[in-house]
C-alpha cells in the first residue's frame, strides 16, 4: 500500500516540476484548455487510427463505446457543481435503476450469447465453459478487492480525503470495479454482435452515472473545488476504456475464448452489483424505492434490448 501511494505522490511531484507542464500551467485559461483539449484529441487519433490499422472498425466502435460509458461517470457528476447533497431516497432510486439495469444487460447481453457462442465452439459443454468463467470473473474481484489497498463507497463519509493518498486510495477502489464494467463491453463488441455491445454500453453508461454522482457529492461535502470533484469522477470512469481495449482485442484474436471472456465479465459483473451496488441502496435500512426502481432498471433494459434485436 505504502508503494502504491508513493508511487503516485513521486509521479504527481514530477509532473508539476516538468517545465513544460509550468509553462502550461502559466497560459491564460482558454489557451491553457485549448491545449489540454489538443493534447487529448491527438492522443485519441492516434490510438483508435492504430487500433484501425492492426484490427477493424468493430474494434474501433467497441473501444469508443467503452469510452463514452467511462464519460458517462462525469455526466453523472455535474449536479455536485449545483447541490452539495442530495435526499437518501432519490439517490437510492437511482442506484437501484442502475442495478436492475446492469442486471438485465449481465443476463441478455453477456449470458446467454455466451452459452450460444459456447455451443457453437464447445459443443455439449458451454454451460460449464460459461459457469467456470463467471467463477473466474467473480473470484478475480473478491481477490482485487481483499489484496489491493482502497475504500469502499460506503466509508468515504467517515474519512476526510485531504491528502493525495487517500483520494489515491479512493480511486484504486473505483478502478476496480470499473475494470470489468468496461472489458464486458470490449468482449460484447469483440463476439462481432453490434447490438449486445451496444446495449451493454448503454446499460454500463446509465450505471455509471450514479456512481459519478456518489464519488463528487462527498468530496464537495468535504469542501473539495467543485469543478475538480467532477474532475476526479471523471477520470475514475475512463479506466473502463483500458478495459474495454483489452476485452475487444483478446476475444478478437483469440476468438475461442470467447464463451468464458463473457462469462468472466458477467461473474464479475454479478460481483460488484451484490457486493457494492445493492448493499449501498439498503445501507440505511431497508428502502422499497431502491427495490422497485431496481426492478424497472431490468424491465427498460429487457425492452431495450429486445427492441435493437
Known sequence: MLNIQKTLEDYYLRLQAHPQYLHVMTLPLLQRWGVFIGLFLLSQILVFGSLYA??????????????????ATGIGALPALFFKDISDRLFNGLLGAAAGVMLAATAFSLLVPGLDYG???????????VSAGM??????????DSRL??????????????????????????????FPEGMSVGVS??????????????????????????????????????????AIATLTGLVEPVGGLLGITMV?????????????AAGAMLFVISEEIIPETHSKGRSRVAT??????????????KILT
Open 149 to 178: 489497498p482502497h475504500l469502499h463507497f460506503d466509508s468515504v463519509s467517515d474519512h476526510s480525503l485531504d491528502s493525495l493518498q487517500k483520494i489515491s486510495l479512493f480511486i484504486i477502489a473505483i478502478t476496480i470495479h470499473n
Open 54 to 71: 492492426i484490427f477493424d472498425k468493430v474494434v474501433v466502435i467497441g473501444f469508443l463505446a467503452s469510452v463514452l460509458a467511462g464519460l
Open 119 to 129: 455451443e457453437q465452439i464447445w459443443p455439449g459443454k458451454g454451460l460449464w465453459i
Open 189 to 230: 463488441f469483440g463476439s462481432g454482435d453490434m447490438k449486445n455491445g451496444l446495449v451493454l454500453s448503454i446499460a454500463i453508461a446509465l450505471q455509471n452515472l450514479p456512481e459519478g454522482l456518489a464519488v463528487a457529492l462527498p468530496l464537495v461535502g468535504l469542501g473539495y473545488n467543485k469543478w475538480k470533484a467532477v
Open 135 to 144: 467463477l473466474i470473473g467473480a473470484l478475480f474481484l473478491h481477490f482485487a
Open 292 to 305: 422497485f426502481s431496481l426492478m424497472l432498471g431490468f424491465i427498460i433494459m429487457m425492452i431495450l434490448d
Open 252 to 264: 478478437t484474436v483469440f476468438a475461442s475464448i470467447l464463451p468464458i471472456a463473457m462469462g468472466f
